[in-house]
């Protein structure tokens, strides 16, 4: 059993950043490979960035490639997503998740634990 528990979301300007934080309880966090999604209101969830178990491999949405960072410590038993030159259209609630394969992935089905989300506003 894994509990995620995000935090650092808030309101920015566009061309602002911010860093999520997404801390997980439980000895097994560093086999499992760790994602950021997104909703958006009125939207459908959709995957932001993955990172396998080791943070040898990460993936992106081409929405925020060259923009987001995602990193994780195993030490720590943190992930983050740090966000730069934010735009409106990245306001949304921001979801870590935990995948037990470990490879890390671009489908939500995958993913087995979640977060209860931190919500990011980017004003104009």
């Known amino acids: 059993q894994v509990q995620l528990v995000e935090s650092g979301g808030g309101l920015v300007q566009a061309g602002g950043s911010l860093r999520l934080s997404c801390a997980a309880s439980?000895?097994?966090?560093?086999?499992?490979?760790m994602g950021w999604f997104r909703q958006a209101p009125g939207k459908e969830r959709e995957f932001v960035a993955a990172i396998s178990w080791s943070g040898g491999s990460t993936i992106y949405a081409d929405s925020v490639k060259g923009r987001f960072t995602i990193s994780r410590d195993n030490a720590k038993n943190t992930v983050y997503l740090q966000m730069k030159s934010l735009k409106p259209e990245d306001t949304a609630v921001y979801y870590c998740?935990?995948?037990?394969?470990?490879?890390?992935?671009?489908?939500?089905?995958?993913?087995?634990?979640w977060g209860q989300g931190t919500e990011v506003t980017v004003s104009s």
């Open positions: 439980g000895r097994t966090f560093s086999s499992y490979a």
């Open positions: 998740a935990a995948d037990p394969s470990g490879y890390g992935s671009n489908s939500w089905s995958l993913y087995s634990y």
